[in-house]
């Protein structure tokens, strides 16, 4: 009698030893899952699409030449940027990207833009290397006044066709 009661303690007591292990791994496992890291967002892409053009009434005939923007620093980069109200601080959102960079995407798109309203007979980038078409600043004079630092650097008998019909 006496073995048969210290068989059932030994079997009660890993039977007990068992059932606390399977709790314990059921458990561990919930916890693990709940550690696991969190899957990583999805990359998602913009880029610019050009409202349709309306076809010019008189375009150029000649080439137009389409330079790439310029953007500084952190403005020429992949990333959307954005700014909190109230704060110089700007920050770029981890998935959510521009499909080229900005000067690039402005490039093209104005190209685009351009080419569908017949602006000129080709509208190129410096890439594609056309020639050009006009012969010499006395044809054709682009007078920029904002990219003069001051006023007073600025003045009509600077410009390279001054003196022509096509002078400002």
Known sequence: MKQAIKRSRKLHRTLTQSVVLAV??????FLSACAAPPSAPEDNFYGLSPMAATTMKRSLDGVVEVERF?????LGNRPL?????????LRGY?????????????????VSYLRS??????????????????PSWDAFCVWRPFAVRSPQAWSRSNCPCAGSAMAP
């Open 94 to 110: 981890n998935s959510h990207l521009w499909l080229d960079a900005p000067p690039t995407l402005l490039q093209n798109a104005l």
């Open 70 to 74: 310029v953007a500084s620093g952190a």
């Open 117 to 134: 309203a017949g602006a000129a007979r080709q509208v190129v980038t410096p890439e594609m290397r056309a020639p050009p078409i006009i």
């Open 81 to 89: 940027l954005y700014r909190e109200p109230g704060s110089n601080v």
């Open 24 to 29: 314990g791994l059921v458990m561990l496992g």
